[in-house]
């Protein structure tokens, strides 16, 4: 009988060790990539601030996730915040891209026109 109440002690201890040293959720990678959609100015145009809010939704969902120990979803939510905060960056980058060549082809029209 001894070593069935030793037994389940170890087995109780095995598993709080275990629990406890999950290894914390690692948001390092989403919020660098929400800072990097923020910097190139993502929340002045339209499509890229839509993905910039949901990365940032998501991110907030998988911290909450974490908390209640889903850390499979958690890490699906942060990847998937990852990817929105990136797309946000490449948005704001074609926005801009798009505003340069349409100020370049407007200088050439008008030296076209001086040159007349």
């Known amino acids: 009988m001894r070593h069935v109440?030793?037994?389940g002690a170890l087995i109780t201890v095995a598993l709080?060790?275990?629990c406890a040293s999950q290894p914390p959720l690692r948001t390092?990678?989403?919020a660098s990539a929400i800072r990097a959609a923020?910097?190139?100015g993502a929340s002045e145009i339209p499509r890229a601030s839509l993905h910039l809010q949901l990365a940032k939704e998501e991110l907030d969902r998988a911290k909450g996730l974490a908390d209640r120990g889903e850390k499979d979803e958690a890490a699906s939510q942060l990847l998937r915040a990852e990817a929105d905060a990136e797309l946000?960056?490449?948005?704001?980058?074609?926005?801009t891209e798009k505003t340069?060549?349409?100020?370049?082809?407007?200088?050439v029209r008008q030296l076209q026109?001086?040159?007349r």
């Open 5 to 7: 109440w030793m037994l």
């Open 16 to 18: 709080a060790v275990g």
């Open 28 to 30: 390092e990678s989403s």
């Open 38 to 40: 923020e910097e190139v």
């Open 88 to 95: 946000a960056v490449v948005l704001s980058r074609e926005q």
């Open 100 to 107: 340069e060549a349409s100020q370049a082809m407007e200088r």
């Open 113 to 115: 026109t001086d040159n």
